[in-house]
């Protein structure tokens, strides 16, 4: 069954504009953890931002955000400010406690 | 300090033979995770270790797959009578411990069966 959904498989963004990529998810375990991880053209994984099950406040780590709505089993990353920079692919991950990815999202930010 | 490393950075190998991939963890960090890649998709989890306990091979695709991380630290993935659907990038990654810590990925072997 797909723990991880990310239903936009490309999306564009104007330079200095914020842009959300959706994720949703699915899981039983009342404790899990969400993850989001960005990969540029090179390939390298690279950590952006996590955000608990119990957590009651918002995950945020410079430009970005983590919409956590936890009824509704969404994690939204919110990007603000876009720069050419952030162009890659970005995935959204769940540790419950396997970890699963999402498909990703490729992220264009147009100049 | 030290990253992640995997070695080879890239292997081809004939359908039908072994392969090895080999996976250094960042130091003191008691979980490890492998992960499979195909081109333009997203991570396959393949199997975990974390500490002493008992591996999680749940994500492992068949029995040709099997894994062993030696005294709490460098992993080593197997791949016996590779296919040619094998092909793929194999990312390694280490974190601190289980749960809500960030994982540090490695930057991968690509493996081409002809």
């Known amino acids: 069954a797909q723990k991880i959904t990310q239903t936009q498989p490309g999306m564009f963004v104007q330079e200095k504009e914020a842009v959300t990529l959706d994720c949703t998810y699915d899981?039983?375990?009342?404790?899990?953890?969400l993850f989001w991880y960005k990969q540029p053209s090179s390939g390298e994984m690279i950590f952006l931002i996590y955000q608990g099950s119990y957590d009651q406040q918002n995950a945020t780590e410079g430009r970005y955000s983590l919409n956590f709505q936890k009824a509704r089993k969404s994690a939204n990353l919110v990007i603000s400010a876009s720069q050419l920079g952030d162009s890659a692919m970005y995935f959204c991950?769940?540790?419950?406690?396997?970890?699963?990815f999402g498909a990703g999202t490729r992220l264009t930010v147009k100049p | 300090g030290a990253g992640v490393s995997q070695s080879p950075s890239n292997k081809v190998t004939e359908k039908g033979k072994d392969v090895e991939l080999r996976c250094d963890p960042i130091?003191?960090?008691?979980?490890l995770y492998w992960y499979r890649q195909s081109l333009g998709q997203g991570l396959e989890f393949l199997i975990y270790?974390?500490?002493?306990?008992?591996?999680?091979k749940s994500g492992l695709p068949s029995d040709r797959f099997s894994a062993e991380r030696t005294g709490g630290s460098v992993s080593t993935l197997t791949i016996q009578r590779t296919q040619q659907e094998d092909s793929a990038v194999y990312l390694c990654?280490?974190?601190?411990?289980?749960?809500?810590?960030?994982?540090?990925f490695g930057p991968g072997t690509r493996l081409t069966v002809t």
């Open positions: 270790f974390q500490g002493n306990s008992a591996p999680d």
């Open positions: 990654a280490s974190s601190l411990a289980a749960g809500g810590y960030e994982q540090y």
């Open positions: 899981t039983s375990d009342p404790s899990y953890g």
């Open positions: 130091s003191g960090h008691t979980a």
């Open positions: 991950a769940m540790r419950d406690p396997d970890m699963r």
